[in-house]
C-alpha cells in the first residue's frame, strides 16, 4: 500500500500543478492553446474539459490521500483507481499531442518533443491501477 500512496501523491500533485499552471498562464494564445490547436485535438476536444479534468483528478487524488484515515479501505481504493484510470486518456492524448509534427518544442513542458513525462505520467497511472488490483486479489498482502 505505500507504493501505491507513494504513487499517488506524485501524480495528485502533479496532475493539480499541471492543471493550476493551465489556469495561470494565459489559455487564449497561451502554450496550452497552442499545443491543443496544432494537434487539432481542439476540435474534439474543449480546452477547458483538459484543464478541469487535470484538477479534479489531482484533488481526487490528494484529498484521498489526505483523507485516508476517514476513509474505507475499499473506498480509498476506489477513488484511487478511478482517478489513475481517467489518467489514462489524459496521457495518451498529451502523447499524441507530443507527436504531432506542427506542435513545436517551444510549447511543451520543458520544451521536450519526444514524450517522456506523458509517457512516464501513464506508466504511473496504469502501475497504480496494478498494484490496487493486485491487493484486490490477494486481501492479505
Given at each position: ?10 501524480l ?10 493551465k489556469?495561470i ?42 483523507m ?7 473506498t ?15 496521457m495518451?492524448s498529451?502523447i499524441?499531442?507530443?507527436?504531432q ?41
Amino acid at each position: 500500500m505505500k507504493s501505491v500512496k507513494a504513487i499517488s501523491w506524485f501524480l495528485g500533485i502533479t496532475m493539480f500543478m499541471f492543471g493550476i499552471l493551465k489556469v495561470i498562464i494565459p489559455t487564449v494564445n497561451g502554450w496550452f492553446t497552442v499545443q491543443m490547436t496544432r494537434s487539432g485535438l481542439s476540435e474534439y476536444i474543449p480546452i477547458w474539459t483538459s484543464i478541469t479534468g487535470e484538477i479534479t483528478v489531482g484533488l481526487a487524488l490528494i484529498i484521498s490521500l489526505v483523507m485516508d484515515e476517514y476513509l474505507t479501505n475499499k473506498t480509498f481504493k476506489f477513488i484511487v483507481q478511478l482517478a489513475s484510470a481517467a489518467i489514462i486518456p489524459m496521457m495518451v492524448s498529451a502523447i499524441y499531442v507530443h507527436l504531432q509534427p506542427a506542435v513545436p518544442a517551444e510549447v511543451l513542458p520543458l520544451k521536450i518533443k519526444p514524450p517522456f513525462i506523458p509517457a512516464f505520467i501513464l506508466l504511473l497511472a496504469l502501475a497504480n491501477i496494478y498494484l490496487i488490483r493486485k491487493q484486490i486479489k490477494n486481501p492479505i498482502v
